[in-house]
Each structure stands twice: as structure tokens, then as C-alpha cells.
């Protein structure tokens, strides 16, 4: 099983400062990298898949890198409905699909 | 638009059994894989099972296999989850995702749930 490992767990940022999420996966999951976001109560939101390709409807101000085993989610300038929790999933190698464990993103 | 609406979770007690139901609209049901995906109070996000578009094909998680059977009806455009000897760990809200033809992830998620095992 490919375990999936988010850092860091809570980001404080401040509105309209920028914000760096990470994921690693245990081995090489090639670009197979999805993205979502996550408000309270709500469900999951498809943010990008094959890690750097923007899904319908998601602002340029987010942007997805990295390939291998190293990604990073980025949000260029925070506006108050980015702050939510975020989660990376594999989809190289399964079953099973793997999620990391989340990065919240919390107004400072 | 595409909508999945999920339903029939509950309260039960341990050992019983549930069935969940996703039902689809807004795109042909029938040529793509769907998934369930389940998250705890206050946790994470994690995989259930997916099954492929015409059934054939079923996939589940350990902490899952051989109590919970995924099934779909394309003819209702509806997806199951069967979910037998429930325990307390499976408490959470249930989650029916459309997996994207590009690969297998939710690009479209129902807005799940809540299943809850306790005596």
C-alpha cells in the first residue's frame, strides 16, 4: 500500500498571503496525483488531477507541481474561501486508493 | 448537471447490516466507474471500494472486504453499498464518487451519509 503523508497538518496564513501545501508518497506514484479541497460539511472538490492539471471551475490562483514521490499545492494569494482542508490521493498503484491524512488551512 | 445523491444511512447497532444508496443523474451512468469513499468524525478521507461500469469489476479495502459488497443498478442509475457485520470503527459519513475517465479519481462527489454504529 502506497502511504501518502501531508505536510503540514495546519497552516495559519493570512488573506491574501500565499500558501504552500506539501504530499510524499511512500514510493513513486508518477504524476497519478489528485487534489481536493474540503469545507466544513461539505464534500470533498476535485482541485487538480495528474497533479498540475486544474480541474473545471478552479481559480489560476491554485496550481499543482511535482512528479514522483514529491508534490506541492499551491495558493498564490489566500482569499477567505480557501481556508478549508486539503487532501492529496494516489492513483498509480491500487487498490487501494490512497488519501493523505490533510493539511488545514486556518486564517491567522 | 451531474448530481449523486446519496441515502439510507442511519443508526445501527453493531453486527447489523445497512444498505446505501447514490442515485445518479446528469451524465450516462452506465459508462462510468464509481466509488465509495468514507470519512470518520473528525478524519480523514478513506477508500471503501469501486466498482467498474458494468459491474464486473469490484474492488475493496481491507479494513472492508468480505463485509461490505458494492453493487450498482444501471437501468436506475444506482449505485450500493452493502455493508454487513458493521462495527463501530465504520461509523462515518459515506461518500458515492464518480471516478473520472481520465484516471481514478472523484471529479464529482454526493454529499454523502452519515452511518452510525453504536449500541
Known amino acids: 500500500e502506497i502511504v501518502m503523508t501531508q505536510s503540514p497538518a495546519t497552516l495559519s496564513v493570512s488573506p491574501g498571503e500565499r500558501a504552500t501545501l506539501f504530499c510524499r508518497a511512500s514510493?513513486?506514484?508518477?504524476?497519478?496525483l489528485a487534489w481536493y479541497q474540503q469545507k466544513p460539511g461539505r464534500a470533498p472538490r476535485l482541485l487538480f488531477y495528474?497533479?498540475?492539471l486544474r480541474a473545471t471551475g478552479i481559480p489560476a490562483r491554485f496550481s499543482g507541481s511535482g512528479s514522483g514521490t514529491e508534490f506541492t499545492l499551491t495558493i498564490s494569494s489566500l482569499q477567505s474561501e480557501d481556508f478549508a482542508v486539503y487532501y492529496c490521493?494516489?492513483?498509480?498503484?491500487?487498490?487501494?486508493?490512497?488519501f493523505g491524512g490533510g493539511t488545514k488551512v486556518e486564517i491567522k | 448537471q451531474v448530481q449523486l445523491v446519496e441515502s439510507g444511512g442511519g443508526v445501527v447497532q453493531p453486527g447489523r447490516s445497512l444498505r446505501l444508496s447514490c442515485a445518479a443523474s446528469?451524465?450516462?451512468?452506465?459508462?462510468?466507474?464509481m466509488n465509495w469513499v468514507r470519512q470518520a468524525p473528525g478524519k480523514g478521507l478513506e477508500w471503501v471500494a469501486l466498482?467498474?461500469?458494468?459491474?464486473?469489476?469490484?474492488y475493496y479495502a481491507d479494513s472492508v472486504k468480505g463485509r461490505f459488497t458494492i453493487s450498482r443498478d444501471n437501468s436506475k442509475n444506482t449505485l450500493y453499498l452493502q455493508m454487513n457485520s458493521l462495527r463501530p470503527e465504520d461509523t462515518a459519513v459515506y461518500y458515492c464518487?464518480?471516478?473520472?475517465?481520465?484516471?481514478?479519481?472523484?471529479?464529482?462527489w454526493g454529499q454523502g451519509t452519515l452511518v452510525t454504529v453504536s449500541s
Open positions: 464518487a464518480r471516478v473520472a475517465i481520465s484516471g481514478s479519481f472523484g471529479d464529482y
Open positions: 446528469g451524465f450516462t451512468f452506465s459508462t462510468y466507474v
Open positions: 466498482i467498474s461500469y458494468d459491474g464486473n469489476n469490484k
Open positions: 514510493q513513486s506514484v508518477s504524476s497519478n
Open positions: 495528474r497533479a498540475s
Open positions: 490521493q494516489q492513483y498509480n498503484n491500487w487498490p487501494p486508493l490512497t
